[in-house]
């Protein structure tokens, strides 16, 4: 499988941006599809994740103002962002979980995309 993150960008404090991931292979829908974000100086860490039965599941910093979708005709998860601040400044990266279930771990996903930079000025 292979990803292709797009959608980042500069955008002001209170804008909206749209990301998307688009897969190769046949399985796509079988896999639970994760988003993370890297800052600077910082570990990668998860933002949120859609499982295969196309439940999510979303962290703390991200709950309510982000949401993970997937269009398994198109084979790409996308992740609106809304109300972004500068703290959401980060390279995000696109990632899918062979298993289904979708984690919270990194280390739980299979294969990863190679990131698009956001980067929300104030």
């Known amino acids: 499988v292979q990803l292709q993150a797009s959608g980042g960008g500069l955008v002001q404090a209170g804008d909206s941006l749209r990301l998307s991931c688009a897969a190769s292979g046949r399985t796509f829908s079988s896999y639970a599809l994760g988003w993370f974000r890297q800052a600077p100086g910082k570990e990668r860490e998860f933002a949120a994740y859609?499982?295969?039965?196309?439940?999510?599941y979303y962290s703390d910093s991200v709950k309510g103002r982000f949401t993970i979708s997937r269009d398994n005709a198109k084979k790409t998860v996308y992740l609106q962002m809304n109300s972004l601040k500068p703290e959401d400044t980060a390279v995000y990266y696109c990632?899918?979980?062979?298993?289904?279930?979708?984690?919270?771990?990194?280390?739980?996903?299979?294969?990863w995309g190679q990131g698009t930079q956001v980067t929300v000025s104030s």
């Open positions: 990632a899918a979980d062979r298993t289904g279930d979708g984690k919270i771990s990194r280390y739980g996903y299979d294969y």
């Open positions: 859609i499982g295969r039965s196309g439940s999510t």
